[in-house]
């Protein structure tokens, strides 16, 4: 039985990421090079050309991963967990990524195509609603906050521009109110 025959079993001829059933191809998972369906997915045009090319990412299109993230075959599993984590920035993958449940070998295999190495260690920060800060945003208080060791309130509205991110908590930034510095809990805040 041939590799592609043997992955369109293994698919139900629908793409392995998106369940696409038109203009499905092999692709061969990097940095694998031997064409077994070990190391191969079904996918279709669109989710290769954008796997490919970064700059061809439509966030939207990769919403499908919330299914095929729980395949029982590792490629596919892996080229979800690169696109995952390449989508990082849009706030939703990180919750997947989070769910996510990978073997060892299975994560190395992930990460083998380089540039993932540091991604499970870093720090990521959210407002209240989610939403990744990233140092230089701008975020509003959605609650009044007593700063300790003054006797100022930081009411709620109050915007705190160009603020800087804890590099060892997620839970805490810094910016400036009234012209003083202080540390905020990423909870009462809310970017603009």
């Not at 698919?11 to 070990?38: F, G, H, Q, R, W």
Request: proline share 5%; hydrophobic share 40%.
């Amino acid at each position: 039985m041939s590799v592609l025959k043997e992955l369109q079993d293994r698919s139900n001829n629908t793409c392995e990421l998106c369940a696409a059933t038109e203009n499905l191809k092999m692709y061969l998972v990097p940095p694998k090079t031997e064409e077994i369906a070990d190391h191969a997915i079904l996918a279709c045009e669109t989710c290769i050309s954008q796997i490919e090319d970064p700059e061809k990412i439509d966030p939207n299109h990769w919403r499908s991963l919330n299914d095929s993230m729980w395949s029982q075959y590792t490629p596919v599993k892996v080229v979800a967990w690169r696109m995952l984590n390449q989508l990082k920035g849009e706030g939703w993958p990180v919750d997947l990524l989070g769910m996510m449940y990978m073997e060892p070998e299975e994560l190395e295999f992930a990460k083998a195509a380089g540039g993932f190495a540091d991604d499970e260690d870093k720090v990521v920060h959210r407002d209240c609603n989610g939403v990744i800060l990233a140092p230089g945003d701008s975020v509003v208080l959605i609650k009044d906050l007593k700063v300790k060791g003054s006797s100022m309130v930081a009411k709620q509205g109050t915007a705190v521009r160009r603020i800087s991110l804890d590099p060892e908590n997620a839970n805490f930034i810094e910016g400036k109110v009234e012209g003083q510095t202080i540390v905020i809990i990423t909870e009462y805040v809310k970017k603009i």
